[in-house]
């Protein structure tokens, strides 16, 4: 399977690329923030504040559960 990582002819930015893959998933906040071990109050800060402040280790993390690259994000 090819994943596309552009939308409209431009490339995705980190939350157009999870909203992507948790709708290609069927999940959201909650239940992502559960089975990637990822505390529900930062993805929602994430949707909120913005995620400049992303750390690795939770990057890692989503790595781990969506099965991506730190490239991919």
Do not use: C, H
């Not at 990582?5 to 690329?17: D, P, R």
């Not at 890692?60 to 559960?65: H, I, P």
Request: glycine share 6%; aromatic share 18%; charged share 25%.
């Amino acid at each position: 399977m090819v994943i596309s990582y552009y939308k409209g002819g431009a490339t995705m930015n980190f939350l157009e690329k999870l909203d992507f893959l948790m709708e290609k998933y069927e999940l959201n906040k909650r239940t992502l923030s559960q089975k990637s071990d990822i505390p529900y109050t930062t993805i929602d800060a994430w949707y909120k504040n913005g995620y400049e402040g992303l750390k690795l280790t939770t990057l890692r993390k989503l790595n781990d559960y969506f099965n991506t690259t730190l490239e991919f994000w």
